[in-house]
């Protein structure tokens, strides 16, 4: 039964946009019989006929909000909008380093003074650059930029000829700082994005930034640009980060929020931990490594964190001096593993 309440004009012409807009099955001569099929070889799409059978079907059960939805579809169409898609349709993840690094998005790498954090940044960029393992952890090969603002470029360079790695280390020469006032990076740093086409930038450290108080909910705008610029240059961003006296991230609590990875550094008599605090995707358990404070050098432990543990109770730290390096997360688990036998 036709509904009362829809224009007869108005379902002609929306029959009509549909038959000039929408792909079809079958080929129609000008009185519109069908005279053939259309021999497609992949699959056309929503096509008129789907149309036609869908009004038909709103019609019996006069439904005119779903009427008036194909109507809007067909508008659509026509005008190219395309502001929403079906979730299966979006990409899977693109880990550049597995588990920690995600293109498009943002990683917050954080840990005490003298945890190592540059320095595994200088592994993980030589990683990327040779397309090679990261502690195990796989890497996609590609290039990366280092936004050095917490030392000179000097020191860092100082640092890679000690560390001997990455071969090659571009580091930004523009002022990338946050205008508070306008809630913007200087246009410097599209700019740079842009012609450089990088996979990943390291910025050292996050609260070198200029931003005028980290802990307060308005500096998560800094975290919503860095995100619309790695979407808009396909890039992704490794923020090093430092942690207060309990031994937890500064700022407000919106960061964790914001980020697609956030990755802990603890070092502990030259045993450094990497920890996985919150992952969107591929998870690892944690990474021991060997740091020598003398040469820089990190090398795989291959140990696990409870042995790590063990090792740490033997050279006499107690059960809180170990929890109080560690995420908040770990500290039953360090827990478990120090009163086990």
Known sequence: MPLT?????????????????????????????????VPYTDNPGWTYEDFEWELGIHLDNEDEKAILRLGRELERIKNRINLVS??????????????????????????????????????????????KDLFGLKCK?????????????????GLRDIVGLPHILPVANVDIVWDA????????????LHNYVPDIVIIDSYTSLGIPDITRPESALVLDELRRMAKNHKCAFVIIHHV??????????????????????????????????KVRGTKFGEKVIDFDPVTLQMTDAKISLKDAVKLLKAQNFSLSDIQSKFPTAKKDTIRKYYNSK
């Open 5 to 37: 309440n829809v224009n007869p004009t108005y379902l002609k012409e929306l029959d009509e946009r549909a038959f000039q807009l929408l792909p079809h099955v079958y080929v129609y001569d000008q009185q519109r019989q069908q005279i053939g099929m």
């Open 86 to 131: 079906e979730v299966g349709e979006f990409p899977e993840p693109e880990w550049i380093v597995e588990g920690i690094v995600v293109r498009n998005g943002l990683t917050l790498l954080y840990g005490d003074s003298n945890a190592g954090k540059t320095t595994f940044c200088l592994y993980l960029v030589d990683a990327v650059q040779n397309g």
């Open 141 to 157: 090969e590609g290039s990366s930029i280092f936004i050095e603002n917490d030392e000179s470029p000097s020191l860092l360079r």
């Open 181 to 192: 006032n306008h809630k913007i990076f200087s246009e410097k740093f599209d700019v740079m």
């Open 244 to 277: 207060n006296k309990s031994g937890e991230q500064i700022g407000s609590s919106l960061h964790k929020a914001k980020m697609d990875s956030i990755v802990s550094l603890v070092n502990i008599n030259n045993t450094v931990t990497l920890t996985q605090e």
